[in-house]
């Protein structure tokens, strides 16, 4: 909590005011939304407003049944035509972690560019194709590879894969992706389960006008990493393997610069544990449109400032599909338990 106090002068005289502002100390003036006057508060944080013609003063209202982006129909259109099926689950592949995708019996697989609205994927060892098919009784649509935000590529055109998918049925995800690690216990090659998130980035795929037949308009993140899914793999690794996952809070970042050592100290002074250039923007996608969510990260290299050293990209690339034998049997586990919430009716 930050304490802050300033003068107010009305009608020539002068009046003090105190406030306490919900937000750290290291946060810019421009980030403090909530502001506690003595007696009163102020909220300047548009929580529960509804759109209404009093907040649209001069302008047509919003036709809230209009669709969000013409790319996500025509994207869902196009793949329903191709499969014929609703996904139950959706996963996505982050860089060097497609052989998760090994794990699903492929029955169509759809290049990105010949999807409507779907960003092409350049980094390296992105595929950039739509696996369909199923694991066990789970109808699954794999994401080989995303677009990312370093790479040019708009908040919202990151969002469309997920939103697409969310759009035709799916009611789930697992995200993977590639990290670094910014504390010590966490070495290069261990698999973290993501617990929360900091959007360093503070840019969002749900910015711009709202259309309700894609999500609410003000999304709760407090709980954007299925509390729920995380207890029942903790259970099942247990159990099932004698080893667990540790949990992780990872912090967004743009790259494609990695972190300087000033940026590593401080990520550890505000709470990360690890920091990545993806994810984010999808778990934020998926929880608006209403899907539970996991994440899984692989640390692929240290980014701790007492453990910095020059970064081996080939390293970085490499490390995910050496260690495929021993990650396999916890990505079927993650697998296992979203088929177990399923089939019990919940996402029903």
Same mark, same amino acid.
């Given at each position: 909590?930050?304490?802050?106090?300033?003068?107010? &002068?009305?009608?020539? =005289?002068?009046?003090?005011?105190?406030? $306490?502002?919900?937000?750290?100390?290291?946060?810019?003036?421009?980030?403090? !939304? !909530?502001?506690? +006057?003595?007696?009163? /508060?102020?909220?300047?944080?548009?929580?529960?407003?509804?759109?209404?013609?009093? !907040? +649209?003063?001069?302008?047509?209202?919003?036709?809230?049944?209009?669709?969000?982006?013409?790319?996500?129909?025509?994207?869902?259109?196009?793949?329903?035509?191709?499969?014929?099926?609703?996904?139950?689950?959706?996963?996505?592949?982050?860089?060097?972690?497609?052989?998760?995708? &090994?794990?699903?019996?492929?029955?169509?697989?759809?290049? +990105?560019?010949?999807?409507?609205?779907?960003? /092409?994927?350049?980094?390296?060892?992105?595929?950039?194709?739509?696996?369909?098919?199923?694991?066990?009784?789970?109808?699954?649509?794999?994401?080989?590879?995303?677009? #990312?935000?370093?790479?040019?590529?708009?908040?919202?055109?990151?969002?469309?894969?997920?939103?697409?998918?969310?759009? $035709?049925?799916?009611?789930?995800?697992?995200?993977?992706?590639?990290?670094?690690?910014?504390?010590?216990?966490?070495?290069?090659?261990?698999?973290?389960?993501?617990?929360?998130?900091?959007?360093?980035?503070?840019?969002?795929?749900?910015?711009?006008?709202?259309?309700?037949?894609?999500?609410?308009?003000?999304?709760?993140?407090?709980?954007?990493?299925?509390?729920?899914? /995380?207890?029942?793999? #903790?259970?099942?690794?247990?159990?099932?393997?004698?080893?667990?996952?540790?949990?992780?809070?990872?912090?967004?970042?743009?790259?494609?610069?990695?972190?300087?050592?000033? &940026?590593?100290?401080?990520? !550890?002074?505000?709470?990360?544990?690890?920091?990545?250039?993806?994810?984010?923007?999808?778990?934020?996608?998926?929880?608006?449109?209403?899907?539970?969510?996991?994440?899984?990260?692989?640390?692929?290299? +240290?980014?701790?400032?007492? #453990?910095?050293?020059?970064?081996?990209?080939?390293?970085?690339? =490499? $490390?995910?599909?050496?260690?495929?034998? =021993?990650?396999?049997?916890?990505?079927?586990?993650?697998?296992?338990?979203?088929?177990?919430?399923?089939?019990?009716?919940?996402?029903?």
């Amino acid at each position: 909590m930050l304490l802050c106090r300033w003068e107010l &002068e009305t009608s020539g =005289q002068r009046q003090g005011a105190s406030c $306490i502002c919900r937000a750290p100390a290291i946060r810019s003036k421009g980030w403090l !939304n !909530n502001v506690f +006057y003595e007696g009163f /508060r102020e909220e300047r944080s548009p929580r529960n407003v509804t759109d209404t013609a009093e !907040n +649209y003063p001069g302008a047509a209202m919003p036709d809230p049944r209009a669709d969000v982006n013409p790319s996500l129909k025509q994207a869902g259109t196009f793949i329903a035509e191709k499969w014929g099926q609703q996904p139950h689950l959706v996963i996505i592949t982050g860089s060097g972690l497609d052989y998760v995708s &090994e794990l699903v019996s492929a029955e169509v697989e759809i290049a +990105y560019h010949d999807i409507p609205g779907f960003p /092409r994927t350049h980094a390296r060892g992105h595929s950039g194709s739509l696996m369909l098919g199923h694991w066990e009784r789970l109808k699954v649509a794999v994401l080989r590879g995303r677009g #990312h935000y370093y790479e040019g590529y708009s908040m919202a055109e990151i969002a469309l894969p997920v939103q697409t998918l969310a759009r $035709i049925g799916a009611r789930a995800v697992l995200v993977t992706s590639a990290v670094g690690s910014v504390t010590p216990e966490l070495t290069p090659g261990t698999l973290t389960l993501v617990s929360d998130h900091l959007n360093l980035v503070q840019a969002n795929p749900l910015i711009g006008r709202h259309k309700s037949s894609v999500g609410v308009r003000y999304p709760d993140l407090l709980h954007a990493y299925s509390p729920r899914l /995380r207890a029942m793999l #903790h259970d099942r690794l247990k159990r099932e393997t004698g080893r667990d996952l540790p949990e992780a809070v990872l912090a967004f970042m743009s790259g494609p610069c990695f972190e300087t050592d000033a &940026e590593l100290k401080w990520l !550890n002074v505000i709470g990360a544990d690890i920091v990545g250039w993806s994810l984010v923007p999808e778990v934020i996608t998926a929880v608006h449109a209403g899907l539970e969510v996991m994440a899984i990260a692989l640390v692929t290299d +240290y980014s701790h400032s007492a #453990h910095v050293e020059k970064v081996d990209v080939d390293r970085i690339f =490499q $490390i995910g599909p050496s260690l495929k034998s =021993q990650h396999l049997p916890v990505f079927e586990a993650a697998l296992a338990i979203m088929e177990l919430a399923l089939m019990r009716g919940s996402w029903t």
